[in-house]
Each structure stands twice: as structure tokens, then as C-alpha cells.
């Protein structure tokens, strides 16, 4: 299994641009989650969704959507970028009953708006 | 919504020597609180959880204790190693109901001098 995976790696954004960020996870997880991490500080929820076609807001979802149409993925959409939103995007998936409820997370997003 | 306090921010031990980390909560609903740990540069990884109907739980040199009444939970690391220098993230979620979301703390950097 590839577990989460996200694209792109790395990207520059001019100040209102818009990009859609990726994730696609091959664990048959239903729990999917966005989190933005800025520089030194913690893991902020953006956006989550407990199945394909549900989705809800965290702490942070401002200036962000989000669409799950699929189990397998979970795309994150900026519109009119901000430098505010220059961070690092994690993504990360977890399973649904059991004895864990583990997020996996894929490697990450940076983004740098300017 | 849930809110989820990490002391101290950061935290520098001999090698050997123990390292606690204490976080609390708000929402007496959670039941579930993982710890994950985050080397510099890569994704974050599950070490460590407790469900709310276990007070302890260990893992070799790791453990966790749970207070539920007094919501706050702890991470313990004995015989502390040089790789265990990283970012400590502790969380907390309602895992398996369908408003599940995982909100994290803000962090611990942990320093484990040789």
C-alpha cells in the first residue's frame, strides 16, 4: 500500500491565486482530514469528512473547501490565496471502528503564497 | 468545541534521564487521545493511545496515563535516547461517532542531550 499520498510537494502561489491541493489514500479508510501546520506551531483541523459525500469544518476553514466524492480522495481547494495561508498541508487518514483509530498522514504540501 | 492544552512548549532532558508531558481537555465527550510524535521535517506518527476506559497504558519505554475526571492525560518517556528528540503533539477526539474530529495541542519540542 501507498498509504496517504499528496500532490504537489511544493508550491508558490501568487497572492490570489487559487490551486487545489491533493490527497489520495488506498487503505479503504473513511475518516479523511486536512490540517495546516504552520512554522514552529501545531496542527490545526482545516476541513474533515467521515465518509465520501460528507464533509465538516474544523477549527481553521477559512478560505479553504473541500469535496469527497470518492473514499480515496480528499481534495483541498484554496481560492483568492493568501499570504496568510503559506504553511505546511497534511493530510491524513483513519479507520472506523476497532481497537485504533490512527491517523496516517501523507508527507505534506508547502506552501508559500506571495 | 474541544480545546486541547500541552505544557510545557518545550523541554530539554539529560540522556537517560525521564520526560512528561501533560495536556488537558475540554470536552468531557472525547474518548480517545493519541500521541504523536514529529521529527524535523517529516509527517507526524502515532506512538502511543489510550481509549477512555483504560487509565494506563504502556509501551516499552513509553507510557500514557489517563484522568478522565480531571481531564488531563500524560505522556512518559523513560531512559530518554537522542532519537527521541522531536515535536510531541497530544490530541484528543470523540473516535467512532459521527462529529469525530481530532483536535491536537500545540506541541512539545522535546531536546534529549547526550
Known amino acids: 500500500n501507498a498509504g496517504v499520498t499528496q500532490t504537489p510537494k511544493f508550491r508558490i502561489l501568487k497572492i490570489g491565486q487559487s490551486m487545489t491541493l491533493q490527497c489520495t489514500q488506498d487503505m479503504n479508510h473513511n475518516y479523511m482530514y486536512w490540517y495546516r501546520q504552520d512554522p514552529g506551531m501545531g496542527l490545526k483541523l482545516i476541513y474533515y469528512?467521515?465518509?465520501?459525500?460528507?464533509?465538516d469544518k474544523g477549527e481553521v476553514p477559512n478560505g479553504y473547501n473541500v469535496s469527497r466524492s470518492t473514499t480515496e480522495d480528499f481534495p483541498l481547494r484554496l481560492e483568492l490565496a493568501a499570504p496568510s495561508q503559506t504553511s505546511v498541508y497534511f493530510c491524513?487518514?483513519?479507520?472506523?471502528?476497532?481497537?485504533?483509530?490512527?491517523?496516517?498522514f501523507g508527507p505534506g504540501t508547502r506552501l508559500t503564497v506571495t | 468545541g474541544e480545546n486541547v492544552e500541552q505544557h510545557p512548549s518545550t523541554l530539554s532532558v539529560q540522556e537517560g534521564d525521564s520526560a512528561v508531558i501533560k495536556c488537558t481537555y475540554s470536552?468531557?465527550?472525547?474518548?480517545?487521545f493519541p500521541w504523536y510524535k514529529q521529527e524535523l521535517g517529516k509527517r507526524p506518527q502515532l506512538i502511543i493511545d489510550?481509549?477512555?476506559?483504560?487509565g494506563e497504558k504502556k509501551d516499552q519505554r513509553i507510557a500514557v496515563t489517563l484522568n478522565k475526571t480531571a481531564k488531563h492525560f500524560s505522556l512518559h518517556i523513560t531512559e530518554t535516547q537522542p532519537e527521541d528528540s522531536a515535536v510531541y503533539f497530544c490530541?484528543?477526539?470523540?473516535?467512532?461517532?459521527?462529529?469525530?474530529?481530532?483536535?491536537f495541542g500545540p506541541g512539545t519540542s522535546l531536546s534529549v542531550i547526550p
Open positions: 489510550i481509549r477512555s476506559n483504560v
Open positions: 470536552d468531557s465527550a472525547s474518548n480517545y
Open positions: 469528512s467521515v465518509g465520501a459525500g460528507i464533509t
Open positions: 491524513a487518514s483513519s479507520q472506523t471502528g476497532g481497537s485504533s483509530y490512527e491517523q496516517y
Open positions: 490530541a484528543a477526539s470523540s473516535a467512532g461517532t459521527s462529529y469525530d474530529k481530532v483536535i
